[in-house]
């Protein structure tokens, strides 16, 4: 049974970072190619973050060169390390399959809230 945990938000200034963390179970990450969404108050959850099995990466152009994605086979976790955060980055984080098809459910989430 897949098991999706993020952690790792919080508030935090312009300018700022943090390193957020999905604890998974039931997944091969060396397999299925993995991802961050997020979805702010008012607006569609986007995916802002991807790593393949075999570990190529990709991101958003929002995002792109501010947020790292990375994983750590051994703890079946992946991060997303998020710097020079932005107010507009605000909004709740999750991971899941980047296979929309395979997504079964979201976990709880976890909030980023940039503000000064």
């Known amino acids: 049974q897949v098991q999706l945990v993020e952690s790792g938000g919080g508030v935090v200034q312009p300018g700022g970072s943090l390193r957020l963390s999905c604890a998974t179970s039931?997944?091969?990450?060396?397999?299925?190619?993995m991802g961050w969404y997020r979805q702010a108050p008012g607006k569609q959850r986007e995916l802002v973050a991807t790593m393949t099995g075999g570990g190529n990466t990709g991101y958003g152009d929002s995002v792109k060169g501010r947020f790292t994605i990375s994983r750590d086979n051994a703890k079946n976790t992946v991060y997303l390390q998020m710097d020079s955060l932005k107010p507009e980055d605000t909004a709740v984080y999750y991971c899941n399959f980047v296979d929309i098809s395979r997504v079964g459910s979201w976990g709880q989430g976890t909030q980023v809230t940039v503000s000064s």
């Open positions: 039931g997944i091969n990450l060396r397999i299925y190619a």
